[in-house]
């Protein structure tokens, strides 16, 4: 993916995909067709951020207001192009 279609990208869940928590695990799942795949650490979170109107930019700017000194702008843009070349975001 080039660096002008990451601050295009405005990513979002793929059809048919659920993003849920699991209360008695304490853990996010992504709830795929016939698959379910823990969301480790601030997976969660970063993916419910995934609704398609905001851009790649625009969750790393919130995520770093929610978690001062996290390192989101190193991070976050590959773990969501992870998700993305799995099929799990759109």
């Not at 067709?33 to 480790?40: F, G, N, S, T, W």
């Not at 601030?42 to 770093?64: F, H, N, Q, Y």
Request: hydrophobic content about 40%.
């Amino acid at each position: 993916m080039t660096p002008q279609a990451v601050t295009d990208w405005r990513p979002a869940l793929a059809p048919g995909l659920r993003l849920r928590h699991d209360p008695v695990r304490g853990e996010d799942l992504l709830v795929l067709p016939e698959r379910v795949v823990v969301l480790e650490g601030s997976g969660g979170t970063v993916v419910g951020l995934c609704d398609g109107t905001r851009t790649v930019e625009g969750i790393v700017d919130e995520l770093a207001e929610r978690f001062p000194g996290a390192p989101v702008a190193a991070t976050v843009p590959a773990f969501l192009d992870s998700l993305r070349r799995e099929g799990w975001l759109t």
